[in-house]
């Protein structure tokens, strides 16, 4: 299972990107996919999840601002960021959990730098 994550760069504060993170290679039951971030020095923290149903659970810090969505068909998970703010500057990392019978395996994407200037 190969993870490509897109979409990061360099926006001011105030302004929306787009993250977008597809899955690929043997992939028959998708479950819980996600969004975390990382900044030097601290702990991977999470950002927004999403399950198969569309039920998502997102971090106090994003609420109202960061959206999650999923396209199953596609097995891609979008993380829409508005009002960005210098504290969302990290790498953001996606996660997905992939089922397999009595088996659950979690991957992680490259990471894509998101930067917010002041």
């Known amino acids: 299972v190969q993870l490509q994550a897109s979409g990061g760069g360099l926006v001011q504060a105030g302004g929306s990107l787009r993250l977008s993170c597809a899955a690929s290679g043997s992939i028959s039951n998708v479950g819980i996919m996600g969004w975390y971030r990382q900044v030097p020095g601290k702990q991977r923290e999470l950002v927004a999840t999403?399950?198969?149903?569309?039920?998502?659970n997102l971090a106090d810090s994003v609420k109202g601002r960061f959206t999650i969505s999923r396209d199953n068909a596609k097995n891609t998970v979008y993380l829409e960021m508005n009002s960005l703010k210098p504290e969302d500057t990290a790498v953001y990392y996606c996660?997905?959990?992939?089922?397999?019978?009595?088996?659950?395996?979690?991957?992680w994407g490259q990471g894509t730098q998101v930067t917010v200037s002041s």
């Open positions: 999403i399950r198969s149903s569309g039920s998502t």
């Open positions: 996660n997905v959990e992939i089922h397999r019978p009595g088996r659950l395996f979690a991957y």
